[in-house]
Structures are given as structure tokens and as C-alpha cells.
């Protein structure tokens, strides 16, 4: 293991262990005498995660590879651990009411991401939100996981 690694695997042990579930947005927590600044985790939509909240908080990277190589390789889609699901359900919305992307730092994928310095290629190809389309009456609303079949 590098340092870096090392070091990323202990901000997200911290994470897992200071972040209370409920909590969507604790920027700080009072741990002995120190205050201790957090990211603000933008909450995903319904009451559940694909799998428990404590165990994607620790490996969604390894279980979105799993699922990239499965669609990739063996052609098996729709499951649980979809990239277009995650943007779908974890959509954040902007100042406009339209899902932000991957460009704003309120960006559900950046809320850690940016916090433990990690970086990402995967939305050079893959959309960041859902596919945003037009209303049946032309209202210009936004549905919400149109991505999802
Ligand atoms: C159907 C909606 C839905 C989908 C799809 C979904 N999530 Fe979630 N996710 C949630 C909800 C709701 C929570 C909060 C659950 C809780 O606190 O118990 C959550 C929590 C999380 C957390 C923990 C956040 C925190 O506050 O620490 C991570 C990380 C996460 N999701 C990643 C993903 C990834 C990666 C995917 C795609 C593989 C995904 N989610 C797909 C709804 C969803
Ligand atoms: C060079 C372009 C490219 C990059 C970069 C890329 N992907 Fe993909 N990914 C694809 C293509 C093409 C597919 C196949 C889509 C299909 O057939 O449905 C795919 C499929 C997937 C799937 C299965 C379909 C879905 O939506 O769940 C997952 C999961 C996935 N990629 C995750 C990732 C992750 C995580 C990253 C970043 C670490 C990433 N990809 C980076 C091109 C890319
Ligand atoms: C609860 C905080 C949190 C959220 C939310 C989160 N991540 Fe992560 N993610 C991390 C941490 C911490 C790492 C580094 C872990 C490591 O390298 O062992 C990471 C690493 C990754 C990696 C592997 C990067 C690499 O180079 O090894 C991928 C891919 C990834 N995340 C995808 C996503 C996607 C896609 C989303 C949004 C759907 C997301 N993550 C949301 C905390 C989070």
C-alpha cells in the first residue's frame, strides 16, 4: 500500500466511524476538546441505499469496479450497483432546480471526494445526473431518475 492510500483508507475509516447515519450535513463534530470539520453529505433520495449505508461508505469503489467489469465484459446490466442509479437516486439539486453535475462542488460524488482529496475519471464518459428531458406538457420540468428504467 502507498501513503496515499494508506492515508485515504484511514479518512474513510474516520468517516464511517464519526458520520452518524441520520445526519446528512454535520460540518462539525466535537470529538474530546477538538472540533473536527466534516464533509456535508448531501442525502440520496427514499429512505435506503442499494446496500447499507456504512457499508457503501466503504466500498462503493470496489462493488461500481465489480459492476463495470460484470456490464463491460459479460453484457449483465441493471444491477444493484449501477453508476447511472447512483447519479439517478443521489441527484443534488442547483440554484436552477436542475441536478447539478459533476462540475459542482455540491455534487453528491464530490462531497468526500473532494474532502479526502480523491479524484476520478468516470464522468469523462458516464453523465453525472440523470438524463434531464422535457415534460409531456412542455413545462420544461425535470424527472427525476429518467435514467432509470
Ligand atoms: C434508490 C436510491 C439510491 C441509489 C440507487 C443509491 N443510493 Fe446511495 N444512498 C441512498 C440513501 C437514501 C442513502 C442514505 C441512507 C442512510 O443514511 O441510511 C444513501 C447513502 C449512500 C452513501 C453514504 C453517504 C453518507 O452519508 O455517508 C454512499 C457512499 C452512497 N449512498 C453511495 C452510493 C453509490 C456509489 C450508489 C450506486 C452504486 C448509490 N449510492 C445508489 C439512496 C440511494
Ligand atoms: C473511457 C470511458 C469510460 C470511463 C472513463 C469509465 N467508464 Fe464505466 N463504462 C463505460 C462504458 C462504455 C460502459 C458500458 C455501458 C453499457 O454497455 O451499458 C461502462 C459501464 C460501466 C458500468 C455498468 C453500467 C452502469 O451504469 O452501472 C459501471 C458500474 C461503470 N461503468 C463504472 C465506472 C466507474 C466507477 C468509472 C470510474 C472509475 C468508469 N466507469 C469510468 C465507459 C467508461
Ligand atoms: C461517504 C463519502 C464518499 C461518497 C459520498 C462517495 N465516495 Fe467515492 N470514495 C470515497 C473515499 C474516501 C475513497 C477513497 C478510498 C480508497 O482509495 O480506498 C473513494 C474512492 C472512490 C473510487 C476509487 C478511486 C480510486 O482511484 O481508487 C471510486 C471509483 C469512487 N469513489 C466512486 C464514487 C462515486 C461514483 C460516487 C458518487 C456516486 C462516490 N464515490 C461517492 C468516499 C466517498
Redesign the pocket.
Known amino acids: 500500500m502507498s501513503l496515499r492510500r494508506i492515508f485515504i483508507v484511514l479518512v474513510a475509516v474516520f468517516m464511517a466511524w464519526v458520520v452518524p447515519g441520520e445526519a446528512q450535513t454535520v460540518p462539525e463534530k466535537k470529538i474530546g476538546n477538538n472540533s473536527v470539520l466534516l464533509p456535508a453529505i448531501p442525502r440520496g433520495q427514499g429512505d435506503h441505499c442499494v446496500a447499507d449505508a456504512d457499508f457503501m461508505r466503504r466500498n462503493h469503489m470496489t462493488m ?2 465489480h ?2 467489469d460484470e ?2 465484459r459479460q453484457g449483465i ?1 441493471g444491477k444493484p ?5 447512483c447519479v439517478a437516486c443521489h441527484a443534488v439539486e442547483g440554484p436552477d432546480a436542475m441536478p447539478v453535475t459533476v462540475a459542482s462542488p455540491q455534487h453528491f460524488c464530490r462531497a468526500c471526494h473532494d474532502y479526502a482529496a480523491v479524484s ?3 464522468f ?3 453523465a453525472s445526473r440523470p438524463d434531464v428531458v422535457t415534460d409531456a406538457g412542455g413545462q420544461g420540468g425535470v424527472v427525476r431518475g429518467a435514467a432509470r428504467e
Open positions: 461500481l469496479m459492476q463495470r456490464t463491460v446490466r450497483f449501477s453508476l447511472k442509479e476520478i475519471d468516470c469523462q464518459c458516464h
